[in-house]
């Protein structure tokens, strides 16, 4: 199978053309372009809502073509990386995750507790799956092998705005099949647009 070139946005001041392994098993996740780029400090406020997929798909019995699975059987990762690239604003963030079900699932997903984060200016951090998990506490029942949803960002409900941030969803996922070797390594880069929100 041939080599994949990774096509990463120059936002990102990062070499194009680097040889990424073959893509087996990921497909990208698209991000929705924001249909009006109005928030601010001085406007609607500011919501970013970036999607995540965490654990091991197993293969799922009983699917014939075209009935598939979420994602093909494999390992799935995420880390989303926000960066305050402001140089004298403080940005107070309240992160929450949900759990996206399929439709036809017998209930809606879970929303995690919130949790506040005071970014100073220049500072970035990450959320990673096992921050997620942690959102959701020592719910009941436990949380499945694996899980797929959206984190969202905004600014605390004591009030304020949270402004305009730098944040990107890298994504990494890895071929797993019971009996047959693990696949090679794909990741995708992703920038994710805010939105104006309530």
Do not use: W
């Amino acid at each position: 199978m041939k080599n994949v070139t990774a096509r990463i946005p120059k936002i990102f001041d990062l070499p194009l053309g680097k040889i990424i392994p073959p893509l087996l098993v990921f497909a990208a996740v698209p991000y929705a372009q924001a249909q009006a780029q109005t928030c601010s400090t001085a406007g609607p406020p500011c919501v970013y809502s970036v999607k995540f997929i965490c654990g091991v798909q197993s293969a799922v019995s009983g699917l014939r073509p075209p009935s598939e699975p979420p994602v093909k059987p494999g390992n799935y990762a995420t880390a989303i990386n926000i960066h305050n690239y402001h140089l004298d604003q403080t940005a107070n963030i309240t992160k929450t995750a949900v759990i996206a079900n399929p439709e036809n699932a017998p209930s809606l997903g879970r929303i995690s507790s919130s949790r506040t984060i005071s970014l100073p200016p220049g500072h970035a951090f990450e959320i990673d799956c096992s921050d997620i998990v942690t959102l959701f506490g020592t719910s009941t029942p436990p949380l499945p092998p694996f899980i797929k949803g959206f984190v969202e960002l905004r600014a605390p409900p004591t009030g304020g705005n949270l402004p305009l941030l730098s944040v990107t969803g890298v994504y990494t996922a890895q071929q797993a099949i019971a009996g047959v070797a693990p696949g090679p390594i794909s990741i995708e880069v992703v920038p994710v647009q805010p939105f104006a929100g309530p």
